[in-house]
């Protein structure tokens, strides 16, 4: 008796995975093809978060103007407190400046992560750029 209620159990479990995956093979043939992914910003094939055409210092006055929302770059049919995306902290920004405002936004339209970069740039580039001081041996006279 065990091991006929074993063996009703196992086949029920396998008609159950059997279902579960064809109802999603089902969806993934419902699913429409998309294309790559169309700026925002600039209406070009990549990522709005990816944009380098916009500078990154006009990206947040560019999202009112645009109406995208500024935490997932997307439509702005959405609340902010809404947003799927503000459950994913690593898109959002981190920057200490932000955090003081209250700014939450994407990290790729933060106006001060292009100064950063700018300013950590300059920083390499004079430490490359420097003359390596020779060290010349000290003589000392008799």
């Known amino acids: 008796m065990a091991q006929e209620v074993l063996d009703e159990a196992k086949r029920q479990a396998v008609t159950w ?10 969806r993934e043939l419902r ?5 790559p992914p169309t700026c925002r910003f600039c209406k070009k094939e990549h990522p709005t978060s990816d944009c380098n055409v916009i ?29 799927r995306n503000l ?3 690593q898109l959002l920004c981190k920057h200490v400046e932000c955090g003081k405002r209250y700014h939450i936004h994407h990290i790729s339209i933060c106006p001060y992560t292009m100064v950063d970069n700018i300013s950590n740039e300059m920083q390499e580039e004079t430490v490359l750029h ?12 008799p």
């Open 130 to 141: 420097e003359e390596p001081q020779k060290n010349e041996p000290i003589i000392e006279g």
């Open 17 to 26: 995975q059997l279902k579960a995956l064809t109802e999603q093979a089902a």
């Open 87 to 89: 459950r994913n902290s």
């Open 55 to 83: 500078p990154q210092l006009n990206k947040i006055q560019e999202t009112s103007r645009l109406h995208i929302c500024r935490i997932c770059l997307t439509s702005d049919s959405h609340h902010p407190t809404n947003c």
């Open 31 to 35: 699913r429409p093809n998309r294309g």
